[in-house]
């Protein structure tokens, strides 16, 4: 069964101390792995979309990096604003009506 | 601001009343999806169309529930005989094709947060 795992559940960091959220998936025929942001309240939004092992993207503060087995999200020099939920989804099969899957997510706090 | 709109966005209803959520997607996106939150977790996928088509349905989707989308537009989600359990936020998101087989990622609007007493 198609599945993603995200560690930690929750994360507190000082501001300007730099880490990494994991996203670890089983699933056959990856078409896509999506990270969130998500904050409270309010419906995920859209970071990057990575679709093959060795892509990375980058956006301001954060990184996303794709192996076979899993992503992870680097995020350098945070900033308080940067606290919200990351999420992960995947898209697997070759249907296109094939689900997107979302881990529960790591809640990451930015301490000033 | 063009993206994904919901309507309400906070209902409370009581055990046993019927309720309808509303959802417009992003005018150019013909996918549409309905996922459902709860606090602590990630969205559940819970049914998925194509145009006016539902082409999928979660197992999670009892027979209370029931989602349209007349002529490919916006989409409806009704929950009848409300429970307690139904009590989660109810996003919808909606995507754009896929380009030389890569998934597009999903637009997702703020949801509505179901309360059943």
């Known amino acids: 069964e198609d599945q993603v795992t995200q560690s930690p559940e929750a994360l507190r960091l000082q501001e300007g101390e730099s880490s990494s959220l994991n996203c670890s998936y089983t699933?056959?025929?990856?078409?896509?792995l999506f990270w969130y942001r998500q904050d409270p309240g309010k419906g995920p939004e859209f970071l990057f979309t990575?679709?093959?092992a060795g892509e990375e993207k980058e956006k301001e503060r954060l990184k996303a990096t794709l192996t076979k087995k899993e992503s992870f999200l680097h995020i350098t020099a945070p900033k308080p604003e940067d606290s919200a939920t990351y999420l992960c989804?995947?898209?697997?099969?070759?249907?296109?009506?094939?689900?997107?899957?979302f881990g529960s997510g790591t809640r990451l706090s930015i301490r000033p | 601001d063009t993206g994904v709109s919901q309507d309400p966005r906070h209902k409370i209803t009581k055990r046993g009343q019927n309720v309808t959520f509303r959802c417009d997607p992003i005018s150019e996106h013909n996918r549409l999806y309905w996922y459902r939150q709860t606090l602590g977790q990630g969205p559940e996928f819970l049914t998925y169309?194509?145009?006016?088509?539902?082409?999928?349905k979660s197992r999670l989707l009892s027979d209370r529930f029931s989602a349209e989308r007349p002529k490919g537009s916006f989409s409806t989600l009704e929950i009848q005989r409300t429970e307690q359990g139904d009590s989660a936020m109810y996003l919808c998101?909606?995507?754009?094709?896929?380009?030389?087989?890569?998934?597009?990622?999903?637009?997702f609007g703020n949801g509505t947060r179901l309360t059943v007493t």
């Open positions: 699933v056959s025929g990856l078409r896509g």
């Open positions: 998101a909606s995507s754009s094709h896929d380009h030389r087989g890569r998934r597009s990622p999903l637009h």
């Open positions: 990575l679709y093959s």
């Open positions: 169309f194509q145009n006016e088509a539902q082409l999928e």
């Open positions: 989804a995947v898209q697997a099969g070759y249907s296109s009506a094939s689900k997107i899957i």
